[in-house]
């Protein structure tokens, strides 16, 4: 039997990311071992029967102690592992772990799933980034990317090495476990007094991501503040862990919006599909350098129309005016006007959107798609 090495920046990824394709390669007879940072989800992996390995990691900027740990790390786990093909995701699995497990000859697949606030503006960090990937990938066997935009990115500055190179849709989403509400359950129908006493219905938006800046959590809230004074029965969801990190919105800022009863606050969640179940449209502005926002195809696939920014990654999942409306990036005007005009269409219209999105999602998006991919791939074909 084969033997793959899965390698992710943290175990919380491997398992809400990638468990259902290490299930499929595991149907498939391939022996799996994962290599990630310890964290709460990697007792969740060991409890499903997985071996996971711990790795000492900076997850997010460069340390060039700690990175010179990782490699070290990788290269004890790797050769005491001796795996066959070497699977990486997110950007120091992919640049440290896999130079590392080519050298030792496993076959190495990388997957590029967005270039992150590194690539979004150009300097010196950019720069370094780059130096690191031309190394790291040089002697990859297949590097997937998410979308065209990267991968033209990543040829143009020549990063790649000899290998071959491909789009994936996006990390694929479970168009079976991401399914379309029952009707007769549908949540989001909350009911409020008007003015003349009669129950009127609630629409409800979600944003569902890390609570970054680049993610667009500020836009949201500037715009359902604009929304709120015009519109009453709408709600705005937030959903996302904030971590206290300097790039995310000031919990204090967030905290106001909720006391003001402009957004509602979710926290977290392992149980993402009945939040969605409850919404109307799921909203995600980001201006990150995405790869295909994970949270966009599983909204849409759950029949939600969509409403996201006409920038890299988040575009691939909207045809404007079809299943939801792309909005200029970082423009909370451009925002509030698709926000206006999907509250102002009538329920079978978004209905309809919502339907186009499920079908868009399955023609498109669905992680079989993505299996069948890497199977080629690992096979040689």
Request: charged share 20%.
């Amino acid at each position: 039997m084969k033997k793959i090495v899965i390698s992710s920046n943290t175990s919380w990824s491997v398992f809400n990311f990638r468990l259902d394709l290490i299930n499929h390669l595991i149907a498939k007879g391939y022996l799996i071992e994962i290599i990630s940072p310890n964290d709460l989800y990697s007792d969740k992996l060991r409890e499903l029967g997985f071996i996971v390995h711990d790795i000492k990691m900076a997850s997010s900027n460069i340390s060039p102690f700690t990175d010179l740990v990782s490699i070290f790390n990788y290269a004890f786990l790797l050769i005491r592992i001796k795996p066959d093909y070497y699977l990486g995701f997110t950007a120091k699995p992919n640049i440290y772990g896999g130079y590392i497990a080519a050298l030792l000859g496993s076959r190495v697949v990388n997957n590029i799933a967005g270039l992150g606030r590194t690539f979004s503006n150009k300097g010196v960090l950019q720069s370094v980034m780059q130096f690191m990937y031309r190394i790291g990938l040089s002697k990859s066997h297949h590097v997937f990317f998410q979308n065209k935009d990267d991968l033209a990115l990543f040829e143009r500055n020549d990063l790649l090495g000899k290998g071959t190179r491909s789009i994936l849709p996006g990390s694929g989403v479970n168009t079976h476990r991401f399914n379309p509400k029952n009707p007769q359950h549908h949540t989001s129908s909350l009911t409020s007094t008007d003015v003349n006493g009669s129950l009127k219905a609630k629409f409800t938006f979600l944003f569902s991501a890390r609570l970054l800046l680049e993610k667009g959590i500020r836009e949201y809230i500037h715009a359902a503040r604009e929304v709120c004074r015009e519109f009453q029965c709408i709600e705005f969801q937030v959903l996302g862990k904030h971590t206290g990190s300097a790039a995310e919105i000031p919990m204090d800022e967030l905290e106001k919006a909720c006391s003001e009863g402009v957004i509602k606050y979710l926290g977290t969640t392992d149980d993402v599909v009945s939040v969605l179940h409850g919404v109307d449209c799921f909203v995600l502005p980001s201006y990150y350098r995405e790869g295909v926002p994970r949270s966009l195809l599983e909204a849409g696939s759950c029949g939600l129309p969509l409403i996201t920014t006409d920038s890299v990654g988040c575009c691939e999942t909207v045809i404007d005016g079809v299943n939801g409306f792309l909005v200029m990036p970082q423009n909370y005007v451009s925002l509030t006007d698709a926000i206006k005009k999907m509250i102002s269409l009538s329920h079978d219209d978004v209905r309809l959107m919502g339907e186009a999105s499920r079908k868009y999602m399955i023609n498109n998006f669905s992680e079989d798609l993505v299996f069948e991919k890497y199977e080629q791939v690992l096979q040689g074909e």
